[in-house]
């Protein structure tokens, strides 16, 4: 698994390590039912703090993505239905804004404002 950080970036850690977590499952290198890495393994790795993976882990169990069990590990449960069909879309859109020079909070504004 590929996972970085990047400390220049104005996204929070755990917004990064999430969205990347979800770009992997949605692209299917996790398949439903497959164990992530220990959580404090996977945090020494990538050199964050282990809540900060933490925090990205349970936003992934909030949108139904990951199951977490104390002692037993995360689990991949896959892609709820709705988020499926967006997430190649958000990521696409994302990625051009970068592109295009727009900072991670004017591309927050500009999906807000379609809201």
Same mark, same amino acid.
């Given at each position: 698994?590929?996972?970085? $950080?990047?400390? =220049?970036?104005?996204? #929070?850690?755990?917004? =990064?390590?999430?969205? =990347?977590?979800?770009? @992997?499952?949605?692209?299917? @290198? ?7 890495? #220990? /959580?404090?393994? %996977?945090?020494?790795? %990538?050199? $964050?703090? !282990? @809540? ?13 993505? $990951? ?8 689990? !991949?449960?896959?892609?709820? #239905?709705? +988020? /499926?069909? +967006? /997430? ?5 859109? !994302? ?17 807000? !404002?379609?809201?």
């Amino acid at each position: 698994m590929l996972l970085k $950080v990047d400390l =220049q970036s104005s996204q #929070p850690l755990h917004e =990064q390590l999430a969205g =990347q977590l979800r770009k @992997h499952i949605a692209d299917g @290198h996790f398949k439903r039912g497959e164990r992530l890495p #220990p /959580a404090r393994s %996977l945090a020494s790795s %990538l050199g $964050v703090n !282990v @809540h900060t993976l933490l925090r990205a882990l349970q936003t992934l169990r909030d949108e139904g993505l $990951v199951e977490m069990r104390r002692g037993r590990g995360t689990l !991949v449960t896959g892609l709820a #239905p709705k +988020f /499926a069909r +967006f /997430a190649g879309l958000a990521q696409k859109l !994302v990625l051009e804004a970068r592109r295009a020079g727009l900072a991670d909070g004017e591309i927050r504004k500009l999906i807000e !404002v379609q809201l």
